[in-house]
């Protein structure tokens, strides 16, 4: 399966250089990538407002029903991988129920790429049919 991420600054940056070798979504409904990802599955990333420019490989994924206390669990564990330091506001994701961490591979600098507005979506999971 192929997937689109948009991604924010520093976090953007932080994949392509190799600082950010985990992607996390938290959300509070099961919303794509929760369930949708899977372990060598391409992922097409995307800074917000700009056209498609890397890609990576899914290496593993791991989902999570969260509680508080889960949550800084995840943080303790895997926060340099993620990059919860330069989270704007960690604690607004004690409020969510739901994380998808994803761990990435092969990172890989593309020609851009334009894709369709995600009208606020941060994850598109790609139809091939």
Excluded at 8 to 24: A, H, Y
Excluded at 76 to 94: C, H, N, P, R, V
């Amino acid at each position: 399966m192929e997937h689109i991420a948009i991604l924010r600054q520093p976090f953007f940056d932080m994949v392509l250089n190799g600082e950010k070798t985990i992607e996390s979504r938290w959300s509070m409904n099961k919303c794509a990538p929760y369930g949708r990802v899977n372990s060598g599955d391409l992922i097409y990333l995307k800074e917000s407002g700009k056209a498609v420019t890397a890609t990576a490989k899914v290496k593993e994924v791991k989902y999570f029903e969260l509680t508080p206390s889960l949550v800084e669990e995840l943080r303790m564990k895997y926060g340099k991988e993620i990059g919860t330091d330069k989270f704007a506001d960690w604690q607004s994701t004690l409020n969510k129920r739901y994380c998808t961490l994803i761990w990435i591979e092969d990172v890989t600098k593309i020609e851009p790429m334009i894709v369709k507005r995600s009208n606020g979506a941060g994850w598109i999971v790609l139809d091939k049919n």
